[in-house]
């Protein structure tokens, strides 16, 4: 709707109007976020007042823009129902202008804590799964089959303090799982044996 | 990209409504109607809240086809008036208007905005877009 020069030349035409502006974008843009996080986490009003320890009435309130009295307590309340930040800071009018003109529906769908956490973990997961060597893998089925047989939930922690990357192992059943290892670090066949006592008595 | 484009009609005698009552409207209430259009273009769905807390009204009876924003600034409602074309995601304004219950200021603001509708389904005007 608006670009830099266009914004600036409207605040610049009065400082009533640049007043009335802050005090308007301050009151419709945070229900505007509080209502896209929302829409980008598929959450009910009821769903994140349980989140932040809040009443549905009160989320209903302050995603409405003309409501107009949200306390920063409850500001603070429902960033940490998302488990985001806010920050209330002061700036100049050129880095609200730019902010404004940019400021899309998309732009203010941000990730909470874990999701930002995670996220760099699973894209590091991606470019290690290539150069996971036969040896390692290897070294993987033998450990396994000394000691704990097929039982995937009890592998993985032993593997965990082996290896010492979670990375690598859990690569290693998701890339089972989903078919993309190559022949030689397939998975054995499960023997038909039950306990860890039958299991270890096999192998040895 | 924003998800609706707000246009101003132009009359055949290059005269723009909307800037016009815009013009008469004390600072808080255009810097009111300058942060909710900008809301409502990045706005996917319009029908998301209650209906009685949308921002946005259909019109009925005799001014059937045009459509009205909502807000409100220092207990006056005020009413941009225009034409939602779903379609095209577009809103395309025509005047506005201070809504009483039996009259409105600038007078008969509605079926001014729907003579100019009238003149704009004509392919009499032009439209450009809204700042």
Redesign the interface.
């Known amino acids: 709707v608006n670009t830099f020069s266009e914004g600036w030349s409207k605040l610049a035409k009065s400082k009533k109007y640049r007043e009335a502006f802050v005090f308007s974008l301050f009151k419709r843009m945070v229900p505007f976020q509080i209502q896209s996080l929302r829409k980008q986490r598929h959450w009910s009003q009821m769903l994140l007042a349980r989140n932040s320890n809040l009443t549905q009435g009160v989320i209903s309130r302050a995603e409405d823009p003309d409501y107009g009295n949200l306390t920063i307590k409850t500001i603070c309340r429902i960033a940490a129902g998302f488990d985001v930040a806010f920050i209330g800071k002061f700036v100049p009018f050129s880095e609200l202008n730019k902010w404004y003109v940019d400021v899309t529906e998309k732009s203010v769908q941000i990730p909470s804590f874990n999701d930002e956490v995670l996220e760099p973990k699973r894209e590091t997961e991606e470019v290690e799964a290539e150069p996971i060597s036969a040896a390692v893998t290897a070294y993987i089925y033998q450990q396994r089959e000394k000691s704990f047989g097929d039982d995937c939930t009890l592998r993985i922690p032993l593997l965990e303090k082996m290896i010492g990357s979670r990375q690598v192992v859990s690569i290693v059943p998701r890339a089972a799982r989903q078919g993309l290892l190559p022949n030689e670090l397939q998975m054995p066949p499960r023997k038909n044996t039950c306990g860890n006592g039958a299991a270890s008595a096999a192998t040895n | 990209?924003?998800?609706w484009r707000?246009l101003d009609y132009i009359t055949e005698g290059h005269q723009n409504p909307i800037s016009d009552w815009y013009g008469t409207l004390i600072?808080?209430a255009?810097?009111?109607f300058?942060?909710?259009?900008?809301?409502l273009?990045?706005?996917?769905d319009w029908d998301?809240?209650k209906r009685k807390?949308r921002?946005y009204k259909q019109l009925t009876k005799a001014h059937v086809g045009l459509t009205e924003l909502i807000?409100?600034v220092n207990a006056k409602n005020l009413r941009p008036i225009g034409i939602l074309v779903n379609v095209h995601r577009e809103f395309i304004f025509l005047g506005g208007c201070e809504k009483h219950t039996f009259w409105t200021v600038p007078r008969n603001a509605f079926d001014e905005a729907l003579r100019l509708k009238v003149k704009f389904e004509q392919g009499r005007g032009t439209t450009r877009?809204?700042?």
């Open positions: 990209m924003a998800f707000f600072p808080e255009q810097a009111e300058d942060v909710l259009v900008k809301t273009s990045e706005t996917e998301g809240p807390k921002k807000f409100k877009e809204h700042i």
